[in-house]
């Protein structure tokens, strides 16, 4: 029988110098996280989003009833409604947030492909020349 030759993501008796700090099955793993996670906070970010814009209109719906029924100090008022733009800011800020959550898990799953389809052409070079191991660029 012929020797089977170890994957290409393991040292595989390699001399330390010629390893890598990462397997390829390892960055897969860690890349593929970080989509989920991205894409988790992405969700996470919106709910957030409707959550404040909510409580930005109630808060202006409240000054808007303490303004016109109610015989309330216009200090008060205004720091209702400094208190519901702070909450429409914040809005805004966990929509922008949403949007590079769902770049950042967008980019995460492009990364892992082009790594994929590139170590894939290497392995399949590797075959080809019947070698073991790619060589390192710092050899070059």
Do not use: W
Not at 19 to 48: H, M, Q
Not at 103 to 128: K, N, P
């Amino acid at each position: 029988m012929g020797s089977k030759k170890p994957p290409a993501s393991t040292s595989g008796g390699l001399a330390a110098q010629h390893r890598t700090n990462v397997t390829f099955d390892e960055y897969l793993v860690d890349i593929a996280n970080i989509a989920l996670a991205s894409g988790s906070d992405k969700d996470e970010a919106k709910a957030i989003a409707t959550v404040t814009g909510k409580i930005a209109d109630r808060l202006r719906e409240m000054a808007a009833d303490l303004g016109n029924d109610h015989n309330i100090d216009t200090r008060i008022i205004d720091l209702i409604s400094d208190l519901a733009d702070a909450a429409g800011r914040m809005q805004q800020q966990a929509e922008r947030c949403a949007e590079n959550c769902e770049i950042a898990a967008d980019a995460a799953g492009l990364a892992a492909v082009g790594v994929a389809r590139t170590y894939r052409e290497d392995l399949d070079a590797m075959d080809a020349g019947g070698v073991t191991h790619a060589s390192a660029a710092a050899h070059h």
